[in-house]
Nanobody, 122 residues
Framework: VQVVESGGGLVQPGGSLRLSCTASGNIFKAYDMAWYREVPANERELLAIITNDNITNYADSVKGRVTISRDNAGTTIILQMNDLTPEDAAVYYC?????????????????WGRGTQVTVSS
């Protein structure tokens, strides 16, 4: 099982960025998937979560500026971020709760991607 983020990079203040996260492997079902971010010396912060029923929830720090969505297959999520500020600069991580086959048995567990760097600077 792999969880891979993409889409990070450098953006100017006020700009937008679209992050993508895809879970792959012998996945039977993807449950909750979420985006977190982390800056040095701070805890990893939950930004947005989407259930397998497409119910979403957002942290107050990003509410109104970000949108989380999910593809029909349920294994890819997108984080659309707008009106970015330097305070949004961080490593953004994807977290996925997955049910998958492992050695012939179904296993349900949560997995992290390796993160994608977002830099907001003029």
């Amino acid at each position: 099982v792999q969880v891979v983020e993409s889409g990070g990079g450098l953006v100017q203040p006020g700009g937008s960025l679209r992050l993508s996260c895809t879970a792959s492997g012998n996945i039977f079902k993807a449950y909750d998937m979420a985006w977190y971010r982390e800056v040095p010396a701070n805890e990893r912060e939950l930004l947005a979560i989407i259930t397998n029923d497409n119910i979403t929830n957002y942290a107050d720090s990003v509410k109104g500026r970000v949108t989380i969505s999910r593809d029909n297959a349920g294994t890819t999520i997108i984080l659309q971020m707008n009106d970015l500020t330097p305070e949004d600069a961080a490593v953004y991580y994807c977290n996925a709760e997955l049910r998958h086959l492992e050695h012939g048995r179904f296993v349900r567990n949560t997995y992290w991607g390796r993160g994608t760097q977002v830099t907001v600077s003029s």
